[in-house]
């Protein structure tokens, strides 16, 4: 998979975690932010081929506008009719370089949707989920992990695609 | 959301993630993981970019059948065109020091009401 090429990748890439230290520090915030860690992670291979399974499709971007102190919770949207646009003005990316304006270059429910014509995969599952991320570790690990799990059994999907921004 | 497909992984969902944040993602250890090198917002492609978009969507459903083992990460060859928001995103400089610490106390400030009011 070209591993000189990953190599030099990984020379260029940016140091997120570092860099919102510094910049935290330099806003004077004294308690630094404990990105989740572990040495090892579960892995369930493909239980059918990928021409046979159904896909959910997972984004961090919300449904609704959402107000600053607004309780944060899992909400789902049609794939059938997906919406015009979806809302990331809360969540960290980088809104010098880029914009959110495109549906399709972080929630890909159309690209899927043709694959899924094209019998890449079985199908696109009926709902797509917004993740509420960047609060507590705790509350995606209690609540909202489980409900989306909860969710893509009731659409009976068999494998999830997660697109962070 | 490293967090969410381990948790769907480990409870028999198969993941794939398709992100710009490298570094944090393979802290938090994931199952699979197809790593795209271009400013956060966009995982699966410049905007309007239909052709790459599906190259990439592409790839990253391809991870679902050629990773073996957990932690595989494959790196996107797609390229964004220009670097300069490697430098620039969240940076300090001597510059914007001063205001980044005017930021803050606004921040804590604001927080302080809330917390007061609730």
């Known amino acids: ?165 | 959301m490293s967090l969410v497909a381990r948790y769907l992984e480990a409870h028999g969902v198969p993941t794939v993630i398709i992100g710009s944040a490298l570094d944090i993602v393979e802290h938090c250890a994931v199952p699979r993981f197809l790593f795209v090198d271009f400013p956060l917002g966009n995982p699966c492609g410049k905007p309007w970019d239909r052709a790459m978009q599906r190259r990439i969507v592409e790839q990253g459903l391809h991870l679902f059948e050629t990773a073996t083992t957990a932690q595989t990460t494959v790196h996107s060859q797609e390229a964004w065109g220009d670097d300069d928001w490697r430098r620039r995103y969240m940076e300090v400089t001597d510059a914007n020091r001063a205001e980044l610490a005017r930021q803050g106390e606004a921040l804590r400030a604001q927080r302080a009401v809330r917390e007061r009011r609730s």
């Open chain 1, 1 to 165: 998979m070209g591993s000189d090429r990953d190599s030099e990748h990984r020379q260029a890439a940016v140091s997120y975690m570092r860099r919102t230290h510094e910049y935290y520090d330099a806003q004077g915030f004294e308690h630094r932010y404990r990105y989740a860690h572990h040495e090892d992670a579960p892995f369930t291979p493909l239980s059918k081929p990928l021409t046979d399974c159904s896909l959910a499709l997972i984004t961090t971007a919300s449904l609704h506008e959402r107000a600053p102190l607004a309780p944060r919770s899992v909400a789902s949207g049609s794939t059938r009719t997906p919406p015009d646009r979806l809302f990331t003005d809360d969540l960290s990316w980088d809104k010098q370089a880029t914009h959110t304006d495109d549906l399709e270059s972080f929630c890909p429910i159309g690209h899927l949707a043709d694959l899924a014509d094209a019998g890449v995969i079985g199908a696109l599952a009926p709902r797509f989920h917004c993740a509420p991320t960047e609060y507590s570790q705790r509350a995606t690990l209690d609540q909202d992990a489980p409900e989306i799990l909860r969710r893509i059994r009731e659409d009976a999907a068999d494998i999830a695609l997660l697109v962070p921004l």
